[in-house]
């Protein structure tokens, strides 16, 4: 009878040890570049299951629609950025390269180039890692290009870690209508603005370079958005230099308005602290801080910048040729705009407020308050000043933190 008991033990032990265990189970081979590979992809990412790493292997795809994921935490990843090319020259719609609608998903290690529309786009995701990507439009500067190259909107828990991104006619790097953010290690060159933080809270934006610009790094707010009152944000430890590319935006556009050669522009926003930084070469101003100053008639609006904190920068050579709305104040000033430009506007409407510009730097880090009080903006009410405000207590805000691993 033992002998039996063990014989049968020992075959099943060998019928176990011949059985493939759960994680030993070859996961599909990375897509190849051929006829076949976008309809192979798109039918990868809408079977995905959560948790699937979807591998695009080296090569570059010719794609001639977009793609989009809305499955929940997925990994969607190239060989790096220089192996793996998805290349949307081709593409028919007008629509993105890719869309994503769904959390917890990661996107690195490619490169997307010449997609019609925006770049990657996440919509209404929590948990959102975009890493290692470049998104270029390769014909250069140009307003047909699409407006932003990697764009998430109404998400949290946003990520955006060693992106390159060239040629948006809008914004290289836009954050929008979001919460906890992280953009670091990027590099946004020659799109009309480099990085973007627009109506949104508690960004940390560190350790970039934005140049060859319109305008380096944009922190603001508008009016008529779904989510409104953009707070509490950190600029520190970039590279902002030589912006200098001329303003290739669609006319209308907002950032039509965005004068070349600005380096930090941040409006009608709240809770900003600047530090860290290093200015060169930025011909409008280095730090432009402006009111919201067309009509609106949304009443949650509040188009003044409040309590900004700039502190332990490194200012080069700057303001030496003023564009755009700033051009008509340079020969107030001398003929050039200092290191750190405001507009000193503190009324809107019926409403004055107590605007508070905190400027913590040398006295040889040159700075003025333009005087201009109220909207709409008319040249001949400036009233120049050189005295900074009083210093004030506005504590900076916390780091940002994020639940995703890595961040």
């Given amino acids: ?44 990412l809408i079977e995905a299951k959560p948790g699937e790493v979807i591998e695009i292997g080296a090569g570059t795809f010719e794609f001639t629609d977009g793609l989009s994921l809305d499955v929940d935490n997925v990994t969607l990843k190239g060989a790096s950025q220089g192996e793996t090319i998805l290349s949307f020259a081709g593409q028919t719609g007008a629509g993105e390269g890719l869309l994503v609608t769904s959390d917890g998903v990661t996107v690195s290690d490619f490169t997307m180039q010449d997609s019609k529309g925006d770049g990657i786009k996440s919509k209404g995701a929590d948990g959102i890692t975009f890493k290692n990507l470049t998104v270029e439009w390769t014909g250069g500067p140009k307003a047909e290009n699409g407006a932003y190259g990697v764009y998430p909107v109404e998400s949290k828990n946003v990520l955006i870690d060693g992106v390159t991104v060239r040629g948006a006619s809008d ?5 929008g209508q979001s ?10 060159e020659f799109n009309v603005a480099g990085i973007e933080i627009e109506n949104s809270s508690n960004a940390d934006v560190h350790d970039n370079v934005s140049t060859h610009n319109t305008g380096g790094i944009l922190v603001f707010d508008l009016p008529d958005l779904p989510v409104m009152g953009g707070h509490s944000t950190r600029v520190f430890n970039n590279t902002i230099v030589e912006n200098d590319t001329p303003n290739f935006a669609p006319p209308g556009n907002i950032v039509a308005n965005v004068p070349m050669g600005a380096g930090l522009m941040m409006m009608a926003n709240r809770n900003v602290h600047v530090f860290g930084n290093t ?65 000193g506007i503190t009324s809107y409407g019926d409403k004055t407020e107590d605007v508070r510009v905190v400027v913590r730097e040398p006295a040889d880090v040159s700075y003025v308050n333009l005087g201009l009080g109220v909207t709409p903006i008319d040249p001949a009410r400036a009233k120049p000043s050189m005295t900074r405000q009083p210093d004030a207590e506005i504590a900076e805000p916390a780091a940002v933190e994020l639940p995703m691993q890595g961040a």
């Fill in 1 to 44: 009878m033992m002998q039996r008991i063990l014989a049968a033990v020992s075959i099943l032990a060998l019928a176990a040890a011949c059985s493939p265990k759960p994680a030993e189970i070859a996961s599909p081979a990375a897509i190849a570049p051929g006829p076949e590979a976008y309809s192979q992809l798109q039918t990868r």
């Fill in 171 to 175: 914004a290289g790097i836009y954050v």
């Fill in 179 to 188: 919460d906890r953010i992280i953009v670091r290690n990027s590099r946004a």
């Fill in 279 to 343: 200015f060169d070469k930025n011909a409008t101003a280095h730090i432009l801080i402006y009111a919201y100053s067309f009509p609106f008639t949304d009443t949650r609006y509040n188009p003044l910048p409040r309590d900004f904190v700039i502190r332990d920068n490194t200012y080069g050579e700057g303001g030496y040729n003023p564009q755009g709305r700033m051009a008509p104040f340079a020969a107030a000033t001398g003929g050039s705009l200092p290191d750190i430009v405001w507009d």
